[in-house]
């Protein structure tokens, strides 16, 4: 029996997830999980970048304990953070988390060397505070470029860390405001225009490519050896990988971010999609995933963590589900990145200030949905395609309450059943690497493989 592994890693967790194709159907078992998450430090807010990696290889040897090696592994992440290496290849800490304050200095700073109106034409990206081209300018005013050699994005990384090869991937690279949407390589004007080094930077590999085997240090820690491979490295682009949207379809990622799109051949970079809020991002099969991004579960996952540390978000939703009071509000009001209380931010953001935890909760779930559906009518619009079906993928796709919303709010079918299609696109992406597929074939496997049905 041949297997393959995807480390799947978002911002609280991450897991391991082994695979095999049995009868043209894929067979998943998720063998290890650990908890991840920034911490506060002197320095700012950061990402433990050993902790993770020792995570990483935990999970690897969880392989080995089982007796199921697998044939080839890929690793996926949240897009925009990204490691310093110097000239002997040896981290410069600390690896900032994208909520890191940092960037609000950088954000004007780059503005009036580069307008945003051509900054997105170049780039297609939509502007967001933690860009990473952001977050690299404020790198350049802090001196921390000075001893740079090499920009590694989170997923990079720790596939470097396991083979000692150095690459850029093309899907990740597409979320740092650098890359030319047109060319899908870092754009040499752009990086000279804001003096951040070209050094730093390899053309983004197209996923899926074979990086190398386990480094020998690997092997002997681990037992085993084993091909390395760039799936689709940003979490989204394998989530998108793994979901049915061919023929009309759009898609929501949902998760700690609500990732709203569709699969189109080539970038949009018209002032009128940059002023709707739209970035364009790279796709497995060179594709282009044209989407607007709102802040998802990251609400729940505060109010949870803060209010509802014994109940369960079925509890959370149904609570929401049973409250016929709510109000809409903006979901990406900068207020809701980072506050010390969640249900205090969306209480400021809302008439009623005294608004009682159900109301609350109500009006987030009202607020998603109709989010979904300005980011439908706007695709419509923009792109002059109609959108026949929008499939939910990710771990938000559980939450039948926000489903239903999300399928009043547009008119559209709604279908769901994919929860793990980051993993899956991860997996995915090393069959076709393996077997010489391409994605529509193997998007086939993913038909039969898990249970897609529409929302009632």
Same mark, same amino acid.
């Given at each position: 029996?041949?297997?393959?592994?995807?480390?799947?890693?978002?911002?609280?967790?991450?897991?391991?997830?082994?695979?095999?194709?049995?009868?043209?159907?894929?067979?998943?078992?998720?063998?290890?999980?650990?908890?991840?998450?920034?911490?506060?430090?002197?320095?700012?807010?950061?990402?433990?970048?050993?902790?993770?990696?020792?995570?990483?290889?935990?999970?690897?040897?969880?392989?080995?304990?089982?007796?199921?090696?697998?044939?080839?592994?890929?690793?996926?992440?949240?897009?925009?953070?990204?490691?310093?290496?110097?000239?002997?290849?040896?981290?410069?800490? &600390?690896?900032?988390?994208?909520?890191?304050?940092?960037?609000?200095?950088?954000?004007?700073?780059?503005?009036?060397?580069?307008? &945003?109106?051509?900054?997105?034409?170049?780039?297609?990206?939509?502007?967001?505070?933690?860009?990473?081209?952001?977050?690299?300018?404020?790198? =350049?005013?802090?001196?921390?470029?000075? %001893?740079?050699?090499?920009?590694?994005?989170?997923?990079?990384?720790?596939?470097?860390?396991?083979?000692?090869?150095? *690459?850029?991937?093309?899907?990740?690279?597409?979320?740092?405001?650098?890359?030319?949407?047109?060319?899908?390589?870092?754009?040499?004007?752009?990086?000279?225009?804001?003096?951040?080094?070209?050094?730093?930077?390899?053309?983004?590999?197209?996923?899926?490519?074979?990086?190398?085997?386990?480094?020998?240090?690997?092997?002997?820690?681990?037992?085993?050896?084993?091909?390395?491979?760039?799936? &689709?490295?940003?979490?989204?682009?394998?989530?998108? *990988?793994?979901?049915?949207?061919?023929?009309?379809?759009?898609?929501?990622?949902?998760?700690?971010?609500?990732?709203?799109?569709?699969?189109?051949?080539?970038?949009?970079?018209?002032?009128?999609?940059?002023?709707?809020?739209?970035? %364009?991002?790279?796709?497995?099969?060179?594709?282009?995933?044209?989407?607007?991004?709102?802040?998802?579960?990251?609400?729940?996952?505060?109010?949870?963590?803060?209010?509802?540390?014994?109940?369960?978000?079925?509890? #959370?939703?149904?609570?929401?589900?049973?409250?016929? =009071?709510?109000?809409?509000?903006?979901?990406?009001?900068?207020?809701?990145?980072?506050?010390?209380?969640?249900?205090?931010?969306?209480?400021?953001?809302?008439?009623?200030? %005294?608004?009682? #935890? &159900?109301?609350?909760? %109500?009006?987030?779930?009202?607020?998603?949905?109709?989010?979904?559906?300005?980011?439908?009518?706007? #695709?419509?619009?923009?792109?002059?395609?109609?959108?026949?079906?929008?499939?939910?993928?990710?771990?938000?796709?559980?939450?039948?309450?926000?489903?239903?919303?999300?399928?009043?709010?547009?008119?559209?079918?709604?279908?769901?059943?994919?929860?793990?299609?980051?993993?899956?696109?991860?997996?995915?992406?090393?069959?076709?690497?393996?077997?010489?597929?391409?994605?529509?074939?193997?998007?086939?496997?993913?038909? =039969?493989?898990?249970?897609?049905?529409?929302?009632?």
């Amino acid at each position: 029996m041949e297997y393959f592994l995807a480390i799947d890693i978002g911002a609280s967790s991450g897991r391991h997830i082994l695979a095999s194709l049995e009868g043209g159907v894929l067979k998943t078992q998720e063998i290890y999980r650990f908890e991840n998450g920034f911490r506060q430090t002197q320095n700012g807010l950061e990402w433990d970048t050993q902790a993770l990696f020792s995570s990483v290889l935990e999970g690897i040897k969880e392989c080995r304990r089982l007796g199921r090696l697998p044939k080839s592994v890929a690793i996926d992440t949240w897009g925009v953070d990204y490691v310093l290496l110097d000239r002997d290849k040896k981290e410069i800490p &600390p690896a900032f988390c994208y909520r890191d304050s940092r960037t609000q200095s950088a954000i004007p700073a780059v503005e009036g060397i580069v307008s &945003p109106e051509k900054h997105y034409a170049i780039t297609g990206t939509q502007k967001q505070p933690f860009n990473t081209v952001y977050q690299l300018y404020s790198d =350049k005013l802090s001196g921390r470029l000075q %001893n740079a050699e090499y920009f590694l994005m989170m997923p990079e990384y720790l596939s470097f860390r396991l083979t000692g090869n150095i *690459a850029n991937e093309y899907t990740n690279a597409s979320t740092t405001g650098l890359l030319n949407a047109k060319s899908r390589d870092w754009d040499g004007e752009l990086l000279s225009a804001l003096g951040i080094p070209k050094k730093l930077f390899r053309s983004p590999v197209m996923p899926p490519a074979a990086l190398g085997g386990f480094k020998e240090e690997i092997r002997r820690e681990v037992g085993f050896d084993c091909s390395v491979v760039l799936a &689709p490295s940003h979490d989204t682009a394998s989530a998108v *990988a793994a979901s049915p949207v061919s023929g009309g379809g759009l898609y929501i990622s949902s998760g700690t971010w609500s990732l709203i799109g569709a699969e189109l051949p080539a970038p949009v970079l018209t002032d009128e999609a940059r002023l709707a809020g739209f970035t %364009n991002e790279g796709g497995a099969g060179g594709r282009i995933r044209f989407l607007r991004n709102y802040m998802g579960m990251w609400l729940f996952q505060n109010i949870k963590r803060q209010n509802f540390k014994n109940s369960s978000y079925d509890d #959370m939703m149904r609570l929401a589900e049973e409250c016929e =009071k709510y109000e809409i509000i903006d979901v990406n009001a900068p207020e809701l990145f980072a506050p010390q209380d969640m249900a205090d931010a969306v209480r400021s953001l809302m008439r009623d200030k %005294n608004a009682e #935890m &159900p109301v609350v909760l %109500n009006t987030l779930y009202h607020s998603l949905a109709e989010s979904y559906r300005l980011a439908v009518t706007e #695709m419509e619009r923009i792109t002059g395609r109609g959108v026949e079906k929008i499939i939910i993928v990710g771990g938000g796709s559980k939450d039948s309450y926000l489903n239903s919303l999300a399928a009043g709010c547009t008119g559209k079918p709604v279908f769901t059943g994919l929860t793990e299609a980051t993993a899956a696109g991860n997996l995915l992406s090393q069959i076709m690497l393996d077997k010489g597929i391409e994605l529509d074939e193997a998007r086939e496997i993913i038909k =039969k493989s898990f249970d897609i049905k529409a929302v009632q």
